[in-house]
């Protein structure tokens, strides 16, 4: 199954929206709970980076039997430091978007939490691309 969803940087009204289907779907294809819970908390993480950064951006959800893949790329300002960027606490977010409760630099380090595989490309002015993989609870083979 494969689904993409268009997020729109700086629309905090509809933010969410995207990993809330995402997490419909998992529900609707009956994962265990422990999986939905943490893809849902990687995609959403993932969606307010566009949200709070980006201009614009796609998620892309590919779940076969062995795995979900989700890619976010996104038209922005890109991460300069991605090392940097995974620390907890270290954030880019200009103090409006603080204001609202967003930015607080844990973005990054939560979906390296609730993912299997994380890789992050990112080009300074043009924009990311932040590939997750969780590996299915029912599937005994490896991350390719």
């Known amino acids: 199954m494969e689904r993409d969803y268009e997020i729109e940087g700086r629309d905090f009204r509809n933010a969410g929206k995207v990993s809330s289907k995402v997490k419909g779907i998992l529900k609707e294809l009956g994962f265990d709970p422990n999986f939905i819970r943490r893809v849902a908390i990687a995609s959403y993480e993932a969606e307010m980076n566009v949200v ?29 430091d991605i090392e940097l960027a995974m620390q907890e606490g270290y954030s880019t977010a200009s103090p409006e978007i603080r204001e609202m409760g967003f930015g607080a630099g844990m973005g990054l380090s939560n979906i390296k939490k609730n ?30």
Do not use: R
Not at 118 to 130: H, K, R
């Open 52 to 80: 709070c950064h980006a201009e614009k951006g796609t998620l892309y959800f590919t779940i076969s039997p062995e795995k979900l893949k989700i890619v976010v790329e996104d038209k922005g300002p890109g991460i300069e």
């Open 115 to 144: 993912v299997d595989a994380l890789n992050i490309v990112s080009t300074a002015g043009e924009g990311t691309i932040v590939e997750m993989i969780t590996k299915s609870p029912t599937s005994d083979k490896g991350l390719e």
